[in-house]
């Protein structure tokens, strides 16, 4: 009953995606099938420290990454807290538990020659997929958005006379993106061929059979028309979402307002897309220190 109350939890008083819930419901059920088979015991609430250690052993063993491991034991952790928060656990497991050391990725965002390369009208079909893909391409550009915020995207979101989106971002909060004109044309012509398909999905983005897209297709349009452009081997949504902020930043954003586009609840989540080369840097320094005017 227990697991179930903390689904509730996080879906209802946490405002979490429905992704997210059911990657925690994912995490519980590994840890609970282990107990079972390798120690014979149930229900999670008696679990202690040394079986999670013991946990933590065998998917290390198994190959999962650190990074993997710490956020199975992100989920085990969030729940010992609920489980304390009822008054059903005296004590938390992992109170002490300290996180395994990872590797600082460093994701490179597109250049902007890159990024307007990939848009190029001579790269797309004047088709209905052609005309799609590219708008969802410009959309993760000029809005910054994640890919699940575009998947949810409603025909009703966009207001082509105000040039705005709203946008569904974590924890289900609401924020109004400005759209520039570019984007709008791209809109106004991509509705043209969606309404061929005589779809009746509330959705934006639809397949060729009228259904929503997904994330797999999301991925596959992505790697499509930047496999010929850029030879950086991360490409992805998020790889155009760090290209937004940083070309933002690099000519003259404000961090706070870039911050507000992204959805971000915190400055240090923003400051993760600062990597400013180090020519851009020095432009700036040039201009702006006072002993160099």
Do not use: C
Request: aromatic letters at 10%.
């Amino acid at each position: 009953m227990s697991l179930d109350s903390f689904f509730d939890y996080l879906e209802v008083e946490k405002n979490y995606s429905p992704n997210t819930v059911q990657a925690y419901r994912n995490d519980l059920n590994v840890f609970n099938k282990y107990l079972v088979d390798e120690h014979s015991l149930s229900p999670l609430t008696d679990a202690n420290y040394s079986h999670i250690r013991s946990w933590i052993v065998s998917l290390v063993n198994n190959g999962l990454s650190n990074r993997s491991v710490n956020r199975k034991i992100t989920s085990l952790n969030s729940y010992f807290k609920f489980l304390l928060k009822i008054d059903l656990i005296n004590e938390n497991p992992l109170v002490n538990h300290k996180a395994l050391k990872t590797q600082k990725k460093i994701q490179l965002p597109f250049s902007e020659s890159e990024m307007f390369a990939a848009l190029s009208s001579d790269n797309f079909e004047n088709s209905f997929t052609g005309v799609r893909d590219r708008f969802i391409i410009d959309l993760f550009y000029t809005t910054g958005i994640r890919r699940i915020e575009l998947i949810q995207i409603k025909i009703s979101d966009f207001n082509v006379s105000k040039k705005q989106i709203k946008v569904l971002g974590k924890r289900n909060k609401e924020r109004i993106i400005p759209l520039i004109d570019s984007t709008i044309n791209l809109f106004d012509k991509y509705i043209s061929f969606r309404s061929e398909l005589k779809s009746y999905q509330e959705s934006l983005f639809l397949t060729i059979k009228g259904e929503p897209v997904y994330e797999k297709l999301i991925y596959r349009i992505i790697t499509k028309y930047f496999d010929n452009i850029s030879t950086k081997v991360k490409k992805s949504p998020h790889i155009i979402r760090h290209s937004f902020a940083t070309h933002l930043l690099n000519n003259g954003a404000d961090l706070n307002s870039v911050k507000d586009l992204l959805g971000h609840s915190s400055l240090a989540a923003t400051q993760v897309y600062t990597n400013r080369s180090i020519d851009e840097i020095k432009k700036v320094f040039a201009k702006s220190h006072p002993r160099n005017i």
